[in-house]
């Protein structure tokens, strides 16, 4: 029997982003007002939701930065 594999979400929560970067939720509302945190989208109800495409390419300048 095989291990199902995990659904990716093309969308992510503050929630996700800060449980995969080990950090908590008041930092990345730090990051995001002095713009250092991934593109966010605000949605009507005015949840934040961070693109996985977005984050990842966000991870990737941090990356090229150290």
Not at 4 to 9: E, Q, Y
Not at 37 to 54: E, F, T, W, Y
């Amino acid at each position: 029997m095989t291990t199902p594999t995990p659904i990716r979400r093309a969308h992510l929560t503050i929630a996700d982003v800060c449980a995969e970067l080990g950090v908590a939720r008041s930092t990345f509302y730090d990051w995001r007002a002095a713009k250092k945190a991934p593109r966010c989208i605000k949605l009507p109800n005015g949840d934040i939701r961070i693109r996985r495409v977005d984050f990842e390419n966000w991870l990737q300048t941090l990356e090229d930065a150290a």
